[in-house]
């Protein structure tokens, strides 16, 4: 694909997935992804001429200028948006598939200190909502989905949605018919039915409260026991719960 048939169909890609986006002139005047985007094709190219320095100064220009840190070396695919994108960190060794979305926080970072992979590897159509970690030279696979502030330090099959701290998978997705089949979920079953067992117990020593006060015994006031008073939250049924799925519609402004 030439330069500038990439260039068409990295604001193509903006255009197509972000509602605000009024047209082409919009996006290339006031889109800091885009200008990161394409001041990254320049300094990948003079990275990979090996290039001394100039490189690394363009990239911390470009964050100067735009929020987003993208090292040089860092391989990205076609049609890339990065929406918002205020303090995006990408590192070295990352590699991006193509029609991917990144939002506002993501850190594509390592924790290795030698000079290998340490930096993810993204599929195509992969989707990072706002404020994502994604750690260590991890593979991601086509059509995931990682939610927003997601810790994410092992591999993600194709098509699942990850949540939480770690990140854990929670569901797949169907890309074809857009169906969704959820995963059972053993902690949060393990906690919501210690939650239901704490509140049988309480209404059992509420009745035997009850009974005492009828037989004219006076019991302990609960208002002086402060480890009485506490307050049983409300949890909402597992179907009704959000997997916070890392969507443009849902966390793009």
Not at 3 to 16: G, H, N, Q
Not at 34 to 42: D, I, K, M, P, S
Not at 134 to 153: C, H, K, P, T, Y
Not at 173 to 198: F, K, M, N, Q, S
């Amino acid at each position: 694909m030439s330069l500038l048939k990439s260039i068409k169909r990295d604001i193509d890609a903006i255009r197509e997935r972000d509602p605000a986006a009024r047209n082409a002139l919009e996006v290339i005047l006031a889109y800091p992804g885009f200008h990161a985007r394409e001041a990254h094709r320049f300094a990948h190219a003079l990275y990979r001429r090996r290039v001394p320095v100039l490189p690394r100064v363009i990239s911390h220009l470009t964050r100067f200028f735009t929020g987003i840190e993208i090292h040089p070396g860092a391989r990205i695919g076609e049609g890339l948006f990065i929406d918002h994108g205020m303090g995006v960190v990408i590192g070295e060794t990352a590699e991006i598939g193509d029609d991917c979305n990144i939002l506002q926080g993501v850190t594509l970072g390592g924790t290795s200190m030698k000079r290998t992979k340490r930096h993810p590897t993204l599929g195509n159509r992969v989707t990072v909502g706002a404020g994502a970690k994604l750690i260590g030279a991890i593979e991601v696979g086509d059509n995931a989905r990682i939610g927003a502030g997601s810790v994410v330090v092992t591999n993600v099959p194709p098509n699942a949605t990850v949540v939480g701290v770690p990140g854990h998978v929670v569901s797949f997705h169907d890309p074809g018919t857009d169906t969704i089949t959820r995963l059972p979920d053993p902690e949060w079953d393990r906690i919501d039915a210690l939650e239901r067992y704490i509140e049988r117990l309480d209404r059992r020593v509420r009745a035997l409260q009850t009974q005492l006060e009828a037989l004219g015994a006076r019991p302990e006031d609960e208002e002086d026991d402060p480890e009485a008073s506490h307050v049983h939250r409300s949890r909402a049924p597992r179907s009704q719960r959000g997997t916070a799925l890392a969507s443009s519609e849902a966390v793009g402004g």
